[in-house]
């Protein structure tokens, strides 16, 4: 009997023992990773954008709370002036001067204040949003009686505060209401009501 042919069984296992990955699998299982990767490489930039947006969506509701805050705690006859310090006349709006912040949202006020803002170069280092607050005086509303015919309210003023990611500190234009409308950069737009306080 010839004892040295291996059997079947274990010539497989001592050939498993020493078995690999064969340069096709591993080119293969490359080719798969790389694949997945180019995937998920290409999501980085849209997430990224959507993080600056929200991070942008945040500070923006914060400094226009802020903003409306001191609108609340203003004067009404003070509130109902304009930069120059004229009052507003019924049905028209007017505008108080820009303000600014950085990108913490942090306010910072400029040496000088004129409407068009005037900037220093140090200051336009830090200032990342401009907000445009207009006032209203009287607020048209519909009559309880008669919803076609309006009535104007002057003791509540109408503010709307809109807010600019303008890292550039481009001059931005407004329309015959006083509202921004430059379109190179979006604006975020917040209304709100403020009555006068009337003593009985």
């Known amino acids: 009997m010839d004892t040295s042919k291996t059997s079947a069984p274990e010539a497989r296992a001592a050939h498993g023992s020493r078995a690999g990955f064969s340069l096709v699998e591993v080119t293969l299982a490359l080719g798969v990773m790389a ?57 028209a709006s007017g505008v108080k001067y820009v303000r600014f912040f950085d990108d913490q949202g942090t306010e910072i006020v400029p040496a000088t204040q004129t409407y068009p803002p005037t900037l220093a170069a140090s200051e336009k280092q830090r200032i990342l949003y401009w907000v445009n607050t207009r006032v209203m005086p009287s607020t048209v509303m519909p009559s309880g009686t008669n919803a076609t015919v309006p009535l104007a309210f002057s003791n509540l003023a109408t503010v709307t505060i809109q807010v600019v990611n303008n890292p550039g500190n481009q001059t931005i234009t407004a329309d015959g209401t006083n509202l921004w409308t430059n379109t190179m950069f979006p604006v975020s737009t917040y209304s709100s009501f403020v009555a006068q306080t009337i003593n009985q």
């Open 35 to 91: 694949f997945a990767f180019i995937s998920v490489f290409g999501l980085i930039p849209t997430g990224l954008n959507t993080f600056r947006q929200a991070i942008d969506a945040s500070v923006e509701s914060q400094i226009s709370q802020k903003v409306l805050n001191d609108v609340q705690q203003t004067d009404f006859t003070q509130l109902t002036k304009d930069y120059t310090g004229t009052a507003i006349a019924s049905g």
